[in-house]
């Protein structure tokens, strides 16, 4: 059975109360130990009566910040209140331990001195952190979104109308969220997300994934969780009858296909490798556009080291120590940048392997690399990697790709075992099954509205579209996650409009702009007109993005992670075979422990 919700969202008071209620417990349990409250010192007074007024706020508008991200998901107090501890954890690094000596003049100091020192205020910290989050949680649980749930055909109206997205990305899954929250406030929707993976995949993180920099599985956002009153099915689209209204979806829990009809229906399919026909690419190159992508590259890349390490022959051994990487845009950037880290933090465990025998070569076919950012600051990203160690192939294409090597169009070869493809993409292969207009590269011809012409009740946003910007003389806009997310929210805004028969309102957006990381506490940004670069870029690019993650707990686990990867060198622990296989593949089978 559906449920709906039928009262709106609260999460922000109830997260500013909840807040509100811990710290007075924080400062009454500080005020035990006789210690005074950190704020007090962060806000340079040294009255007790002003610092406990400026502190009760701060942990108010902190517990309503918490509560503006919270998405209520059914679960255990148990696990709310260790999500709780460790941002509390989080905070007490980032706040005695961080700002506050920067506030007094002093370089922050994280030894195991200074933090014995400070563990009543740690334990105030998690203390803070576990109540705030621990009480947000029951107060939704009893009085929002968890609370007063109707099933849906006990209400059920006359006229349902069937709302199908196919893609779980960023712009499906906005759309999905944003028709989930109409659907609390009205029963005449149901919503439908077919989805190849089961998760929201937080692709600007996924460099860091293959670095070994973050978990794999905390950039992933479990879509059930996600979106907890729509109806998900984790399969494979085969066919869209849009004559019939249907689509044709083969479950991954299923050997037969099952029809999903629609009334309307989104296409945010995304897209996938485009090889360009190129000799070799498809069997050989390495692409990075999912989860197993970036757990795969990690492996390849730390096999290559345990090979290399015990290789007497010198040219074998230079092969396996290079390192390709194609397209210089953003992906192919951050790929060529983290790989240098990863290879750099892990060396000191291979004995045979000196700092200078790895090669990085980034492969691309403009003159310079970012292009999507300035020239300045392109040329800045260069002049970091490139004093690393990292070369630069520019004004050049792959023209194949075979076993153990690269070939590219100016007649050079570049002989390695390690080849990564980030220079080019394509819309999902379905697409070219619809009667619609469709652009060279293969993306569905939508109007300003979303809306795809000529065919009745069908979307498209993100990859699979070309969608015109308004804010940019009617030019396409770029496929980026914040036009994705966007979109998806305008198209369900759009097709409430369709079915109450209001008019649909135009897709408009102008970028705040462009980050990239450039690995090694490096980065380059564009925002809102002005440039940054460096340590600052690098800061301002792991915030807006850790925010932008979805769900809390996503949010502290990557913040967990990066504070480890400041102190320890990352792992090298490899759950997959030397020829990339992974997880259950790359155990033997029972005929090969036999033989052995």
């Known amino acids: 059975m559906r449920f709906v919700a039928r009262i709106a969202r609260r999460e922000v008071l109830f997260g500013a109360v909840a807040g509100l209620i811990a710290g007075t417990v924080f400062a009454l349990a500080m005020q035990a130990e006789q210690m005074r409250v950190e704020v007090t010192g962060l ?27 919270y998405r209520h998901e059914p679960g255990t107090y148990a696990a709310q209140i260790t999500l709780g501890v460790t941002f509390g954890l989080l905070g007490w690094i980032l706040g005695p331990l961080t700002l506050r000596p920067l506030a007094e003049g002093v370089i922050p100091d994280w030894s195991i001195a200074v933090a014995s020192a400070g563990f009543p205020s740690l334990m105030g910290h998690m203390l803070y952190g576990a109540l705030t989050v621990g009480g947000l949680y029951w107060a939704v649980h009893q009085w929002g979104d968890g609370a007063l749930l109707v099933r849906r055909d006990e209400c059920a109206e006359d006229r349902v109308h069937r709302i199908v997205v196919l893609g779980g990305g960023f712009g499906g899954m906005s759309a999905a969220q944003t028709l989930e929250r109409m659907t609390r406030r009205r029963r005449d929707l149901d919503v439908t997300l077919v989805s190849q993976s089961n998760f929201l995949l937080f692709t600007p993180m996924l460099a860091e994934v293959a670095s070994g920099a973050l978990e794999a599985q905390h950039i992933a956002a479990p879509i059930r969780a996600a979106c907890a009153f729509t109806n998900f099915i984790h399969g494979d689209v085969e066919r869209i009858n849009t004559e019939q209204r249907q689509v044709t979806v083969r479950s991954r829990r299923s050997t037969t296909p099952q029809a999903v009809p629609y009334d309307h229906l989104v296409l945010a399919m995304g897209s996938v490798p485009n090889f360009y026909g190129l000799p070799g690419l498809a069997e050989h190159a390495i692409t990075l556009k999912t989860l197993e992508d970036a757990v795969g590259l990690r492996h390849r890349v730390l096999s290559q080291l345990e090979r290399a390490d015990h290789e007497t022959d010198p040219v074998v051994r230079q092969r396996l120590l290079t390192f390709v990487v194609a397209g210089g845009g953003f992906a192919g950037a951050e790929t060529i940048a983290e790989l240098f880290d990863l290879v750099s933090s892990v060396r000191r465990y291979f004995q045979n392997l000196g700092p200078a025998d790895a090669r990085f070569v980034l492969v691309h076919s403009r003159d310079r690399i970012l292009p ?13 990697l490139s004093a690393r160690g ?38 999902n292969p379905i697409l070219r099954t619809l009667g619609c207009e469709r652009n060279r590269a293969g993306q569905v011809v939508a109007e300003a509205t979303l809306h795809v012409p000529d065919i009745p009740g069908v979307w498209a946003v993100g990859d699979a579209a070309q969608i015109p910007d308004l804010t940019n003389e009617g030019r396409p ?37 462009s980050l990239v990381g450039l690995g090694h506490r490096t980065a380059a940004a564009e925002l809102w007109g002005h440039k940054f670069s460096g340590l600052l870029a690098w800061f301002m690019w792991r915030t807006i993005y850790l925010s932008k993650l ?13 504070a480890l990867d400041l102190v320890f060198p990352r792992d090298i622990v490899m759950t997959t075979a030397a020829d990339g296989r992974y997880g259950a593949a790359a155990r033997p089978s029972a005929e090969q422990e036999r033989a052995t």
């Open 43 to 69: 806000a340079g007074t040294s009255t007790s009566g002003t610092g406990l007024v400026i502190h009760l706020v701060l942990a108010a508008l902190i517990g309503a910040g918490v509560g503006l991200q």
């Open 372 to 384: 999507e950012l300035s020239a300045e600051l392109g040329a800045y990203a260069r002049e970091k």
């Open 550 to 562: 979805p769900g809390l707990e996503r949010k502290a686990r990557v913040a967990l992670d990066w």
């Open 477 to 513: 806009c770029p496929p980026t996650a914040q036009h994705a997310l966007r979109e998806g929210k305008r198209v369900a805004q759009n097709i409430v409009a369709t079915i109450d028969g209001r008019q649909l309102k135009p897709f408009r957006y102008r970028a705040s702009g």
């Open 390 to 427: 990292i070369e630069f192939r520019l004004g050049c294409r792959v023209a194949a790709a075979a076993e153990g090597s690269v070939a590219l169009n100016d007649g050079t070869t570049i002989p390695c075992e390690t080849f990564v493809w980030t220079a080019g993409n394509q819309p």
